[in-house]
């Protein structure tokens, strides 16, 4: 009973400092941006999609490819992967502007 217990937690304990980190990641950059102004929305507004080109090339290398590939030494389709990972999102960041 007790691992379940620990596993519970650890599993909230991982959630909770990734939505952390996350959030000190969007929103941290925007106060460092313009001197006058503490915080603007539509900067703010603006940053998301490639924070999210971000979240999501991170999210696909946690979820997959480190899983899948690297603990499986399964080192050189990583390194073919990642920069076809980080070309899509490039490309999909390029599109939004």
Known sequence: MNTVIKSKTRK???LFIHIL??????????????????????RFVRSLPTMLGFMVVFYIN?????DKFLFKGKKKRVSVYQPV??????????FRK
Do not use: E
């Open 12 to 14: 909230y304990n991982i």
């Open 62 to 66: 946690y979820f997959y490819l480190i």
């Open 21 to 42: 980190l996350w959030g000190v990641f969007f929103v941290l950059p925007n106060f460092f941006i313009d001197r006058d102004v503490l915080f603007r929305w539509d």
């Open 85 to 94: 990972n980080n070309c899509l999102s490039s490309l999909l960041d390029k």
